[in-house]
């Protein structure tokens, strides 16, 4: 039986706007038309997490996570006003990690300080890259200077822990570029970075209109060249896109990949919960920012439980993602599904060198984290 008690519970708060859509991005984001209606969707917001209160069955929210879209688009004040509901409906642990997306172009960088003071306490800088080129080709709407002011706004509004996006494998980049996005991310002193391969999502521009993207040679030189410099300088990977050089990791991130409990509230949001049944649930918001506030005073959730199958692959999506994996007690308390039902499949990837043999940790071992889509095949 599944103790629901014992599982860290998480909140996502999705913020669906952005000043304008990127071409290449299939999010579930909007460019801000006219007016941005901001305190209607505030007050959905809270009203939807009314409605999922009962879902923390008692836990108190140990990681927020205000992701979008662009959730940097809303004032400290909305922001402070959602992180005050949640602690008055469900609670917030002390020193919870909070973090918000900001797009280095659409944030009054005086904002920072102000989204400090409300308790945010991670940012996550959207750069992308540091070269006017390849920003123009992406359809930002930032300028290299941007971004790095914003990394030094950020600091000086008092966050210490700094998250930088960054993507490579972009249209006419090479290996010298891509080096040196990286370069100027980390002379910034950030402690964090997601670098992430760019892909072309079906339903976005640069899906009609493909960009012409680096071969596959080169994308595979720009991935080796990177992965050395990130180590070099003192990065370690901790999951596919993600390095730390200072032991912080995304906590909130961390939960997802090892299969903890989450709320989610916003236009297409979802969540995962173990009830106190034992049995775990999915839950998703309407997905268009109209129909999810015009839903505000019926419950806007959608709950199915998740069938055994669908459990298996999407604990082992999420465990073998991150470089030191989970500890395999994790597999039934978090699952509530005996060891038993894949030991077949594990003894046989262990046997090929794909996933390690302990007894304790649940991983990949360095062959089978580069052919990490073979392993989760056979799950
Ligand atoms: C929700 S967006 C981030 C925040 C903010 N809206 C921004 O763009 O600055 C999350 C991140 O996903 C990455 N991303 C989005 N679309 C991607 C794609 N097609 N391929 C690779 N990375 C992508 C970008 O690095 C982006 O910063
Ligand atoms: S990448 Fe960020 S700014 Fe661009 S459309 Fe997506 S969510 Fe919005």
């Known amino acids: 039986m599944l103790m629901h008690e014992e599982i860290p519970l998480s909140l996502y708060v999705h913020i669906p706007w952005c000043q304008k859509k990127c071409p290449y991005c299939d999010f ?5 038309e006219t007016n941005l209606p901001e305190a209607r969707y505030v007050e959905s917001l ?8 009962k879902l923390s069955q008692g836990r108190k929210i140990n990681t927020i996570f205000f992701g979008g879209g662009t959730p940097s688009v809303f004032s400290s004040k909305s922001i402070g006003r959602i992180i005050a509901a949640i602690d008055n409906l469900i609670g917030i642990s002390p020193n919870a990690e909070i973090t918000i997306e ?3 172009g659409s944030t009054d960088k005086k904002k920072y300080g102000d ?21 123009d080709s992406l359809g930002r709407i930032h300028s290299n200077k941007d971004a790095k002011d914003a990394i030094k706004a950020a600091t000086k509004a008092g966050f210490n822990n700094i998250n930088i996006d960054l993507m490579h494998g972009l249209p006419n980049q090479d290996i ?9 991310a980390i002379d910034t002193g950030a402690k964090h970075i997601s670098w992430y391969q760019l892909t072309i999502e079906p339903n976005t521009e640069f899906h009609s209109k493909p960009p012409t993207l680096p071969h596959t040679d080169e994308l595979a030189d720009i991935y080796d060249n990177g992965m050395t410099l990130l180590s070099n300088q003192g990065f370690e990977q901790y999951e596919v896109s993600a390095f730390t050089s200072d032991k ?3 906590l909130h991130n961390l939960n997802y990949w090892s299969f903890g409990d989450y709320i989610g509230i916003g236009a297409g949001a979802h ?5 106190r049944e034992g049995d775990i649930v999915r839950t998703l918001k309407s997905k268009m920012p109209n129909s999810y506030m015009e839903r505000r005073d019926k419950n806007p959730r959608n709950k199915k439980s998740v069938p055994q199958d669908e459990l298996i692959t999407e604990f082992m999506m999420n465990a073998l993602r991150l470089k030191n994996g989970v500890p395999w007690t994790y597999f039934e308390s978090r699952t509530g599904i005996s060891q038993s039902v894949i030991s077949e499949r594990v003894i046989n990837l262990q046997n090929q060198g794909l996933l390690e043999s302990s007894m304790e940790q649940l991983r990949t071992s360095d062959l089978g984290y ?10």
Request: hydrophobic letters at 35%; aromatic letters at 10%; zero cysteines.
């Open 28 to 32: 579930n984001s909007h460019t801000i």
């Open 46 to 53: 809270i009203k939807d997490l009314e409605w999922d209160k």
């Open 102 to 104: 900001a797009n280095p």
């Open 115 to 135: 989204f400090f003071s409300v308790g945010i306490n991670r940012i996550s800088i959207g750069a992308q890259s540091f070269q006017s080129k390849h920003l």
């Open 176 to 184: 010298r570029e891509a080096k040196e996005d990286l370069k100027i």
């Open 248 to 250: 912080k990791p995304s």
């Open 271 to 275: 969540g995962k919960i173990t009830t």
């Open 370 to 379: 580069r052919f990490l889509n073979s392993i989760l095949e056979r799950f």
